[in-house]
């Protein structure tokens, strides 16, 4: 889906450990792995070659048009405001760039009762079926597609150069 190996730079946000990020790693040149957790970022940089940011998603702090691949792997439902993340990971994107958002598929009843015990825990989670979070790439005319399998959703945009 990211149409890798890139000589480019990704953005894994939300990225916690950076269990994803350090996969991808030998398929482009650089990976920043952003994420509020400092927790979860001490971790990540044990990974070597992996650079790490404490960022909430909803105000990253790079310029426009910096990453030519985002990643974000079951993440967005755990942020305070989807769409700032989704308009702040559209900024950073480069023309020709690509954004993939994995999550859980709330439209799943697994999903839903998921989603219900992370209620009941008290955590801030709040899953978005995946044709709601391709709208919310309306504004900015991009043209997303959404692919499913089992309990997974992705939705895949490209920022038109």
């Known amino acids: 889906?990211?149409?890798?190996?890139?000589?480019?730079?990704?953005?894994?946000?939300?990225?916690?450990?950076?269990?994803?990020?350090?996969?991808?790693?030998?398929?482009?040149?650089?990976?920043?792995?952003?994420?509020?957790?400092?927790?979860?970022?001490?971790?990540?940089?044990?990974?070597?070659?992996?650079?790490?940011?404490?960022?909430?998603?909803?105000?990253?702090?790079?310029?426009?048009?910096?990453?030519?691949?985002?990643?974000?792997?079951?993440?967005?439902?755990?942020?305070?405001?989807?769409?700032?993340?989704?308009?702040e990971l559209w900024r950073v994107t480069k023309p020709g760039g690509k954004i993939i958002i994995e999550e859980p598929d709330i439209r799943n009843f697994a999903v839903k009762f998921v989603a219900l015990v992370e209620k009941a825990a008290l955590m801030r989670s709040h899953f978005i079926s995946p044709t709601r979070i391709a709208r919310m790439f309306d504004y900015f005319d991009a043209e997303p597609s959404i692919k499913t399998q089992g309990y997974t959703s992705w939705v895949m945009v490209e920022k038109r150069d």
């Open 1 to 87: 889906m990211l149409d890798l190996p890139i000589n480019g730079k990704l953005l894994d946000a939300g990225g916690g450990t950076g269990r994803i990020g350090n996969t991808i790693k030998p398929y482009i040149s650089q990976v920043v792995v952003a994420d509020i957790s400092l927790g979860m970022l001490k971790q990540a940089k044990l990974k070597d070659g992996l650079l790490t940011v404490c960022t909430p998603s909803e105000k990253l702090p790079f310029p426009n048009d910096t990453f030519d691949r985002i990643i974000m792997v079951d993440a967005l439902h755990h942020v305070i405001n989807a769409v700032t993340t989704i308009a």
